[in-house]
């Protein structure tokens, strides 16, 4: 296997990015999103950073990995948290520690910001094998549990 390069993603790494959503919601909750809705979703990042950033993992030039950063604030710690949301390996890159790659890389954002005060993310309960690899990577599920109302 080449090497792995981590990055934060370009508007040029938006069509990689659709895909992978795409298939994602067809993977984890046999779900076909509308594309036109997905890919306006995926540029008003790029369009407006406030509203959160894409990273990516890519080998020989080919985009294999991404997911995004959004933002909460935390009163309690003065600060500003960074969500993962929207992770996607490409099958055939999996269990082989490309997202522990991308996650390290993200990492090292906010251990280097002291205005970030930590990261989060929620994943399915019964994604097992998710929840493996993010507490061999030192997160923990033991304080919250997400609900929601979606419209």
Same mark, same amino acid.
């Given at each position: ?29 046999e779900l076909e999103?509308?594309?036109?809705? !997905? ?31 959004t933002y909460e ?28 790659? !991308? ?29 493996e690899v993010y507490?061999? !990577? ?14």
């Amino acid at each position: 296997m080449s090497e792995i390069q981590y990055r934060e993603a370009t508007p040029d790494d938006a069509a990689s990015i659709v895909e992978f959503q795409l298939a994602m919601a067809r993977e984890t909750e046999e779900l076909e999103l509308d594309r036109a809705t !997905l890919s306006r979703g995926v540029a008003a990042v790029f369009a407006n950073a406030t509203l959160g950033r894409y990273f990516v993992a890519e080998e020989e030039e080919d985009v294999i990995a991404s997911l995004l950063i959004t933002y909460e604030w935390s009163d309690w710690r003065a600060g500003t948290v960074w969500w993962i949301q929207s992770v996607y390996v490409v099958p055939s890159f999996r269990r082989r520690g490309v997202y522990a790659g !991308l996650y390290s890389h993200v990492k090292a954002f906010v251990e280097g910001d002291a205005a970030i005060r930590g990261i989060r993310l929620y994943v399915d309960e019964r994604n097992r094998p998710a929840q493996e690899v993010y507490a061999r !990577l030192g997160m923990n599920g033991e304080h919250y549990r997400v609900f929601e109302w979606m419209k």
